[in-house]
């Protein structure tokens, strides 16, 4: 098992920044895909950031250019730099792991982006 550990969410004004941060523990050998997801209240949980072990990355279109996804392979860490933060970017934002035959969810994290 793995397990996925959360934080930095928060409350931030539009174009504030935040950074979220997940640690993983446990059997962490053999994750090659770690990122981050979020759900919004009433919408589905969709794709925010992704990023392989050998540093590969993938964006939603939604936050490219203003997110940052990067992983700490050594701590089986992976954090994800939001700036220009919207309205519409506030979500419950959860860390994601993946093996081969497994996938892994943290608890979530709540980001709430409002003046």
């Known amino acids: 098992q793995v397990q996925l550990v959360e934080s930095g969410g928060g409350l931030v004004q539009p174009g504030g920044s935040l950074r979220l941060s997940c640690a993983a523990s446990?059997?962490?050998?053999?994750?090659?895909?770690m990122g981050w997801y979020r759900q919004a209240p009433g919408k589905q949980r969709e794709l925010v950031a992704t990023?392989?072990?050998?540093?590969?990355?993938n964006y939603a279109d939604s936050v490219k250019g203003r997110f940052t996804i990067s992983r700490d392979n050594a701590k089986n860490t992976v954090y994800l730099q939001m700036n220009s933060l919207k309205p519409e970017d506030t979500a419950v934002y959860f860390c994601?792991?993946?093996?081969?035959?497994?996938?892994?969810w943290g608890q979530g994290t709540q980001v709430t982006v409002s003046s």
């Open positions: 994601y792991s993946a093996k081969p035959a497994a996938a892994y």
């Open positions: 446990g059997s962490t050998f053999g994750i090659y895909n």
């Open positions: 990023i392989t072990s050998g540093g590969s990355t």
